[in-house]
């Protein structure tokens, strides 16, 4: 029965290629997914921390006080608040990794689909959403940023403008994919820029990428943010990693 399923789907998305992104079943929606996909992810819930929305594992008694990672209670980010949809793990994988490597851009709708329910508070309190920038040599290798996708979508969503270049990356990078947090922030310590600041100054953004790793990357673009008069810096991501 299974075999036969396969043949069946690959027949009609050979036909009609308009499939869950995930499991490949028909669903006559380009870049949509399943609802029984949709359940498998490992959305981030509370209890969490108050401040970069790292997820706790046990619960707290008197749930009205705001919680605090230690890295928050150091005070390590520059951004006012972080919020991420689902944990980074291979499922999650199966939606960020052909929309970041493998040209589906398409995903990037079902992605700021997932995302919109955790940053609708976000979203409120902001005036811009801006997107984490990838340098013009990755742009031209790609043909696209994935965050400015999920932007796009997320605009149309929350009704709120997006700055597409405003905030850039001025230095070309190594792929922050296999360094430790240290060299993570070493690796993209004065990267970005801003271009024009007279639009920002005094607003609130909502920063988008789409996975929050160490918090490096978001961090450096809430520095530079706020360097150029941008009251609060909201941080928005697809996944999380949890470790
Ligand atoms: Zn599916
Ligand atoms: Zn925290």
Redesign the pocket.
Known sequence: MVILKRIWNSIINFIFPQ???????F?GIDGA??????SKFDLITEPKCSCCGFPFEFKIKDSNKALLCPKCLKKSFKFDKACAAVRYDDFSKKLILPLKHGDKTQYAKSIANLMARCGTELAKQSDYIIPVPIHLTRMLKRKYNQASLICTHLSKIYSKPVLYTTLLRSKSTQSQGHLSSQERKKNVSGVFVIKNNSEIKGKNILLIDDVFTTGATVNECAKVLKQNGVKKVFVLTFARVVK
């Open positions: 499939q869950c992104c995930i499991c490949k079943d669903l997914i399943c609802l029984s996909c949709v």
